[in-house]
């Protein structure tokens, strides 16, 4: 490394020194205090297993459609702890991953599955006036920069096909003038601006308050309860617990990335670690030098990431890029912290924004995504139909959980709904091999992804025979 290039490291990793290796979100003075642990028995109609997005809107809209139902929550750690509370804050419409994907997986069903994640947008900006959400829910938009010739190219290719299959509504292509009137940085050379389909929120406050709103309606709440065990019970379930346990007529999972009670959907899923950066609030002067005056978020279109936002006090999270996946699929707090990653971001920070030096990261954190290999969510059944579960959003559940909190409700109600009849919701992923093999195949695709960003986005054999195989990784 050149000498004026090993100074400008130092002052980028200077960027980090006063940064807390927690995440900004949680590090909130007006975070709730737990609820009590379950100690002894307990009974419901329905058990609902984690207290993320997944849990929090299953509980909600479970009580929603029967008030009369009795509703049960617990979670092992605390609400909103793990990946609901730690990530970006972007709340998408679609229920797909992407519209690109959706297209690739399922392009009989896109229109429709386009429509449902609307809708499902909506509803979230529903409940969040109906139920007083404090979560500063803003409707955005979103933007998918290019930063690179090929990647322009293959944005304004991508918006003339989408337009032609009438899939644009909502949906503006920017060319690199237009793009940095929305938001400077000397990197940017395209964007396509999804006006309606995301919503910025503060994703801890999220979890909040649905925690809040599920106690409202009545749902029992119980903090720092593990499930342990799940197995049949007469005509129900039942679960155990540390200090006790729960008789449930029905559960509903949703443990994210944490082990499933049913064994034979663990394989489906692996934990990504992503992390992220904050930095501290910006002035008006540092914030007119970027504009951003629509507050949207971004997102580049490189295989390999980054996503970035404003919270509601002008900081900028900065995110991506570096995608962990640790050997053997486990997930421990310690791989929650990488600095090797922190100094990576804040380096590419600055190269986006370069009017931006001397800016301070106040926090920098990681935590694991539940990634399956069609990079949207799976659902299913077990014990005869009084389990339902829904997993692998892979980054992108803050509004498909929802959603999918939906389609458990539907597959335990035994009715046949617009949802359960999706080609999307009777139709699992491959699951991923054993070690060693998982470990090699993600290292190589991480290794074929970066060499395809460093090579105008060609995509090598091994990408190319994992797109024949529809496990064509493009995040």
């Known amino acids: 490394m050149a000498p004026s290039a090993m100074s400008r490291s130092n002052d980028w990793t200077k960027s980090l020194s006063d940064a ?25 109609d329905l058990l609902v297993v984690g ?87 803003e409707r955005t938009g979103e ?80 903090e720092h309860t593990p499930a342990l065990t799940l197995k049949p019970y007469g005509a129900g379930m039942a679960v155990r617990t540390p200090y006790g346990g729960v008789r449930a007529r029905t559960v509903a999972l949703g443990t994210n990335i944490f082990p499933n009670l049913v064994r034979r959907v663990r394989p489906y899923t692996v934990p990504v670690y992503d992390y992220a950066l904050m930095t501290e609030p910006l002035g008006a002067e540092r914030l007119a030098s970027i504009g951003w005056h629509n507050r949207q978020g971004l997102g580049d279109s490189a295989n390999q990431f980054h996503y970035f936002r404003l919270s509601a006090d002008n900081r900028i999270l900065w995110g991506g890029y570096d995608a962990i996946y640790p050997y053997g699929g486990r997930v421990r707090a310690e791989y929650d912290d990488r600095p090797e990653t922190y100094a ?64 458990m409700l539907d597959l335990l109600s035994g009715e046949r709904t617009e949802r359960t009849e999706l080609e999307m919701v009777r139709r699992k992923p491959l699951p991923f091999p054993p070690e060693p093999l998982a470990w090699t195949g993600i290292a190589l695709t991480k290794w074929s992804l970066a060499r395809a960003d460093a090579h105008g986005g060609r995509r090598n054999l091994w990408l190319r025979t994992m797109d024949r195989l529809g496990l064509g990784f493009d995040s």
Not at 85 to 106: K, Q, V, Y
Not at 186 to 192: E, Q, S, V
């Open 51 to 137: 207290g993320g997005y997944s849990g929090l809107w299953t509980a909600l809209t479970a009580k929603e459609r029967d008030p009369h139902r009795d509703v049960v929550l617990v979670e092992g750690r605390e609400v909103g702890w793990a990946a609901s509370g730690r990530n970006g804050g972007f709340c998408a419409a679609s229920l797909t991953h992407g519209l690109a994907n959706g297209l690739t997986r399922w392009p009989d069903e896109i229109h429709r599955l386009e429509e449902l994640g609307a809708r499902n947008l909506d509803a979230i900006e529903a409940a969040v006036v109906r139920h007083g959400l404090d979560c500063d829910f």
């Open 344 to 407: 990576k971001l804040a380096g590419h920070f600055f190269t986006c924004f370069p009017q931006l030096e001397g800016i301070r990261f106040t926090h920098a954190w990681g935590g694991a995504i539940d990634t399956c290999s069609r990079f949207s969510a799976f659902f299913g059944t077990a014990h005869r139909g009084r389990v339902a579960y829904a997993a692998g959003y892979t980054g992108l559940g803050v509004g498909a959980t929802r959603f999918g909190a939906e389609v």
């Open 143 to 222: 933007i998918d920069v290019a930063t690179a010739p090929h990647q322009a190219r293959e944005l304004e290719e991508w918006y003339e096909e989408i337009s032609a299959e009438g899939l644009a509504e909502g949906i503006e292509y920017l060319d690199a003038g237009a793009v940095r009137e929305q938001v400077d940085s000397p990197t940017f050379r395209a964007g396509l601006w999804d006006r309606r389909g995301v919503a910025m929120v503060d994703p801890a406050k999220l979890a909040w308050g649905l925690k809040r709103a599920c106690l409202g309606l009545g749902v029992r709440v119980y």
């Open 20 to 44: 807390q290796p927690v995440p900004y979100w949680l590090d909130d003075p007006g975070r709730p205090r737990p609820e009590p642990a379950l100690t002894g028995p307990e009974t419901c």
